[in-house]
């Protein structure tokens, strides 16, 4: 389960990319880091002090507090992400249910309401994270359908992995929205990125997988909280919650007409580099790939 200060780590640097560099503390909340600040201090065995007063430290929009210290319960603006069941599956489904009616997401006004989560196994070793659903996604259900969908499928095959050995998540749960949107997509932004987040910190402590695989630029940033490039990220290792993390390009990426054989030999070195570490078997064919 993720860390209560992971989710304030997360929740302030979302408000650093919108240009907010400074947050107001009440006077209760100061004394409750005070105290805490203080338990840190305290010598092993000594009396515990005596309970602070409840006390928030939280965005209207994200729903993120200092979970330490009592919380009012959710409203229509603030949610608390909860992990349930015994078995990496059941978790899983917990985690889905509450992303269906996920406040701090669906009151910015700006993705649409059907939610998609993930598919494959929760028990795999590889954990693969897009940007977010698009036209075909929302219209299954499902992260990664479509002609990416496929593509993604023909590099999981050359690894000689299929997709229901791996695990497919979005950075976020919804379909970013446009005006007068029919097949058309966007990328979603930091604030959609944020209020998502959490849930990709929860996968991760369910699936608990040997690697990442960031598929695009958006998913680096929402993972890594860089605004580089694929083409500076990818290529070395990275780190997500304690998790080696691979960047590489998007599968849609590779279907566009500029992209050719080179960029899809460095995605190849990309899953070479995630089958050594994983110690997998790779062929002479498979290390031959784009080398002719």
């Not at 659903?133 to 000689?160: H, N, S, W």
């Not at 390009?249 to 089958?275: C, F, I, Q």
Request: aromatic share 6%; glycine share 6%.
């Amino acid at each position: 389960m993720s860390r209560p200060v992971d989710a304030l780590i997360d929740f302030l640097r979302s408000e650093e990319t919108r240009g907010i560099t400074h947050v107001h503390l009440d006077e209760e909340s100061r004394q409750v880091l005070r105290d805490l600040n203080a338990r840190s201090k305290r010598p092993a065995g000594a009396a515990p002090a005596p309970a602070a007063p409840a006390a928030r430290v939280a965005s209207e929009r994200t729903g993120i507090s200092l979970a330490a210290v009592p919380a009012p319960k959710p409203s229509a603006a603030t949610s608390e992400l909860r992990i349930e069941g015994y078995t990496p599956a059941e978790q899983i489904d917990s985690l889905r249910r509450q992303a269906e009616t996920w406040a701090p997401a669906l009151s910015l006004g700006t993705l649409r309401n059907t939610m998609v989560f993930s598919v494959g196994n929760p028990e795999a070793e590889i954990m693969l994270v897009g940007e977010a659903p698009g036209y075909q996604e929302e219209r299954q259900k499902e992260p990664f359908v479509g002609p990416a969908g496929q593509k993604l499928t023909d590099i999981l095959k050359a690894m000689g992995l299929a997709r229901e050995q791996v695990y497919i998540s979005n950075i976020v749960k919804f379909r970013p929205s446009m005006p007068g949107q029919t097949t058309n997509n966007r990328p979603p932004n930091d604030e959609e990125m944020a209020s998502c987040l959490p849930f990709i910190r929860a996968e991760v402590s369910v699936v608990k997988p040997s690697c990442i695989i960031a598929l695009g630029g958006t998913a680096a940033k929402g993972l890594l909280n860089r605004d580089d490039a694929v083409a500076k990220l990818r290529g070395s290792w990275h780190e997500f919650a304690g998790v080696p993390v691979r960047v590489t390009y998007h599968p849609s990426y590779l279907l566009r007409g500029t992209s050719g054989n080179d960029d899809k030999r460095k995605v190849w070195e990309d899953m070479l580099a995630v089958m050594e570490l994983l110690a997998m078997r790779i062929s002479e064919k498979q290390r031959g790939y784009f080398t002719k």
